[in-house]
C-alpha cells in the first residue's frame, strides 16, 4: 500500500534481508485502526484492527474500496445498490 514513512522509523527496522524496512508496515499496522490488503488493480480491503484501542473501536467493522475506471460501471453499482458511495459519476441521461 503506498504510503509516506519517517526515514528514522524504515532504518530501525532495515536489515540486510530487508534494507527498504518493509518489516516496518507490521509495526505500524498494530498503531492503525484499520488493517489492509490491497488486490493489486482491483480493490482494498480494510478490516478494523481489534487490538488498535480497545476503548475506541471504529464502528465499520470492515470496508472494500473497488477501483471500478469506468464511470457508467460505478452508476450501475450505486443504482443496484451494490456500492454505497462513488465519485465521478456521470449526469444520468434522459429516460
Not at 458511495?85 to 456521470?90: G, K, M, V, W, Y
Request: glycine share 6%.
Amino acid at each position: 500500500m503506498p504510503a509516506v514513512y519517517h526515514p528514522k522509523l524504515i532504518k530501525k527496522h532495515a536489515t540486510e534481508k530487508d534494507p527498504w524496512g518493509l518489516g516496518t508496515q507490521d509495526e505500524l499496522c498494530r498503531r492503525r485502526r484499520y488493517k489492509s490488503q490491497l488486490e493489486a488493480g482491483s480493490e482494498v480491503v480494510y478490516e478494523r484492527n481489534e487490538d488498535w484501542n480497545p476503548v475506541r473501536l471504529p464502528k465499520i467493522r470492515r470496508l472494500i474500496w473497488r477501483i471500478i475506471p469506468s464511470a457508467g460501471n460505478r452508476r450501475a453499482l450505486i443504482e443496484r445498490g451494490d456500492a454505497d458511495l462513488s465519485f465521478d459519476l456521470p449526469e444520468q441521461g434522459p429516460r
